[in-house]
DNA sequence: TTAAAAGTGTATATTTGTGTATGTTTTATG
DNA sequence: CATAAAACATACACAAATATACACTTTTAA
């Protein structure tokens, strides 16, 4: 299937597939045109062609570009896509949640823990700041950006300027965090219920 | 082996397993040409066909050469006994890892280096790709074929195309590859469990 | 309604492998 | 020695594949 292609055009397959999955559409004739080193956009232009014409890419009725469903490896399940989610490092009030400042690094997390439509990011755990038993100095929390929750959600909560990961709980007109085993040092806090959330913690990453 | 070549022949292979190791591929007809200090391309074209008709070299089905048996250098077993091994170029999507057109070369390898009952392979490293202190551009990196590893082993897995080096590192549901030194660009890439290495890395040869 | 960005056509340039003819050196042999 | 045969090099040219320059629509967004 993919045997008579030339360099060339598997690298242009690897930067169309890497943009599909990074952002979403396949590239234009000049973005491919800088991803291969070209100085002219026509070369771009006819190895796209090319690929048509090898039945690797297909036009849809828009126009744009589809890649020809892909012939799925034996071995599968050994070639992972990742997309790359921010690292914050700490997380403070009154700074935006993605401020520069606060971005770490990006990290590579494999496309099968996300879904698709939400915003995602990745927080270290802090000292003693997450309570919960199984949350540790060091590690890592995948967490999904979104504003509500379903009571019995691990949500991240900024209390105080510390970033707080407690259960969710509604009640009345009330909201409750409960940390999961109460005792003198993690009480529950109770706030009113126009108070937001971060997001929902989706992944907890023990390095 | 090597017994009836010629001088200019022997350099001639000299030049094209540099080429292989450090660039990747076979030296075109005009770089042997001027590696070899000729002034026409059409002697070197003719070593070429030369070291096909003697076996050395061999066709693939792509139309490019590959070298029959590339032995390492230094004292790597250069008497013992030996076992012929792939030199894989590049991984790609989509394409078997063992397809033809990604065999660079066959290499002798001493069987002292090997375990039986395992298959193996030669991976040279590219750019920064491998992101480990001790593997720089142009090592060969030998590969015992194997799905499964122990924590701290360094695999070689397939992430997003790129041959990638880490170490191996399970933690509940998920796997953590970790490069050996963390930075702003050398981070964790974090993927589901069901997640397959392609092998363990066994020796990193620099030649 | 305009300006920028994106895709494409034509013409030209560069690179690559290879063919033919010819020149040069080496070697073997009468 | 002489010289023919073989091996080795060079010059030049051609076709196919690739790459470039540049201009011209069409599309998109302001």
Same mark, same amino acid.
């Given at each position: 299937m993919f045997y008579d292609l030339s360099d060339k055009e598997l690298e242009a397959l690897k930067i169309i597939r890497n943009s599909l999955v990074h952002q979403g559409s396949i590239p234009s004739v000049r973005e491919l045109m800088i991803g291969l080193g070209y100085k002219s956009p026509r070369s771009s232009a006819v190895i796209l062609r090319t690929l048509e014409e090898k039945e690797i890419l297909r036009k849809k009725s828009d126009g744009r570009y589809q890649i020809v469903d892909f012939e799925i490896?034996?071995?599968?399940?050994?070639r992972a896509q990742t997309i790359k989610v921010p690292l914050l490092g700490s997380v403070a009030c009154g700074?935006?949640?993605?401020? $520069? &400042?606060?971005?770490e690094a990006e990290v590579s997390i494999s496309i099968e823990m996300i879904k698709s439509g939400y915003k995602y990011f990745l927080l270290r755990a802090e000292?003693?700041?997450? $309570? &919960?038993?199984?949350?540790?100095?060091?590690d890592l929390l995948l967490i999904r950006q979104q504003q509500d929750a379903d009571n019995g959600d691990r949500v991240l909560a900024l209390i105080d300027d510390e970033a707080t990961v407690k259960e969710y709980n509604r009640s009345g007109g009330m909201v409750i965090l409960k940390p999961k085993s109460t005792n003198k040092i993690h009480q529950p806090i109770i706030l009113k219920s126009d108070f937001r959330i971060?997001?929902?913690?989706?992944e907890v990453i023990s390095l």
């Amino acid at each position: 299937m993919f045997y008579d292609l030339s360099d060339k055009e598997l690298e242009a397959l690897k930067i169309i597939r890497n943009s599909l999955v990074h952002q979403g559409s396949i590239p234009s004739v000049r973005e491919l045109m800088i991803g291969l080193g070209y100085k002219s956009p026509r070369s771009s232009a006819v190895i796209l062609r090319t690929l048509e014409e090898k039945e690797i890419l297909r036009k849809k009725s828009d126009g744009r570009y589809q890649i020809v469903d892909f012939e799925i490896p034996e071995d599968y399940g050994s070639r992972a896509q990742t997309i790359k989610v921010p690292l914050l490092g700490s997380v403070a009030c009154g700074i935006p949640i993605f401020a $520069d &400042e606060n971005i770490e690094a990006e990290v590579s997390i494999s496309i099968e823990m996300i879904k698709s439509g939400y915003k995602y990011f990745l927080l270290r755990a802090e000292g003693d700041s997450m $309570d &919960e038993a199984d949350i540790n100095d060091g590690d890592l929390l995948l967490i999904r950006q979104q504003q509500d929750a379903d009571n019995g959600d691990r949500v991240l909560a900024l209390i105080d300027d510390e970033a707080t990961v407690k259960e969710y709980n509604r009640s009345g007109g009330m909201v409750i965090l409960k940390p999961k085993s109460t005792n003198k040092i993690h009480q529950p806090i109770i706030l009113k219920s126009d108070f937001r959330i971060q997001g929902i913690v989706e992944e907890v990453i023990s390095l």
